[in-house]
């Protein structure tokens, strides 16, 4: 007489399991190896969120730009919530010198996430490619999100921020020189130079 057929006999390692080992494999230095496991736990679950992640991090770490950005958009095809693989697209589209697909990234993923860091980091894009209105435009946004969300840090912080832009960006600041002086803008103009 035979003895009990187990079903789970024959069953391979789950996605978990894989993506364990594939950052295991990474921290000894073996990136091929890790990049085959995160692959195999994407062929088991292709909804799982730590490979798609750990893969394009890989990929990114390696060099591997133009790789890591099509992981990262395979990712937000296959799980439309990974908000976390919109950023690193965002910043890899950064590094690749595409600034404009890169800002349309990191503005949805800090709207998606509600994470005043990533209208932080696009705030310092603009100051870094000389866009200083955007910028100033920028910081306006986390100072009403800060007033909102009640942040006392973030908004002195951005208060801050916005009252030293409006004195560097000056006459080409709509909101604190307007053109034809008029009731409404003067107000806009007074709160703007405020800060609030």
Do not use: K
Not at 87 to 104: N, T
């Amino acid at each position: 007489m035979c003895g009990p057929i187990h079903g789970n006999a024959g069953a391979g390692p789950s996605a978990d399991e894989l993506v364990r080992q594939a950052q295991a494999h990474e921290a000894a230095r073996e990136e091929d190896v890790a990049a085959r496991r995160y692959t195999e736990a994407l062929s088991i679950e292709a909804t799982h969120a730590g490979a798609w992640i750990g893969l394009g991090d890989l990929r990114m770490r390696l060099g591997e730009l133009a790789e890591a950005e099509r992981v990262f958009t395979a990712a937000r095809a296959r799980v439309p919530s990974l908000s976390r693989a919109l950023e690193r697209r965002a910043r890899i589209r950064w590094a690749m010198g595409r600034h404009v697909e890169a800002e349309a990234d990191l503005e949805q993923f800090a709207e998606e996430t509600g994470d005043s860091s990533g209208f932080r980091a696009l705030a310092g894009w603009f100051g870094a490619d000389g866009r200083t209105p955007r910028q100033l435009a920028t910081w306006r946004r986390l100072l009403r999100w800060a007033d909102e969300r009640e942040d006392r840090s973030l908004y002195a912080e951005a208060r801050l921020m916005v009252r030293a832009l409006v004195a560097l960006v000056g006459d080409a600041d709509p909101a604190s020189c307007p053109i034809e002086p008029d009731s409404t803008r003067s107000a806009l103009a007074n709160m703007a130079r405020r800060g609030r």
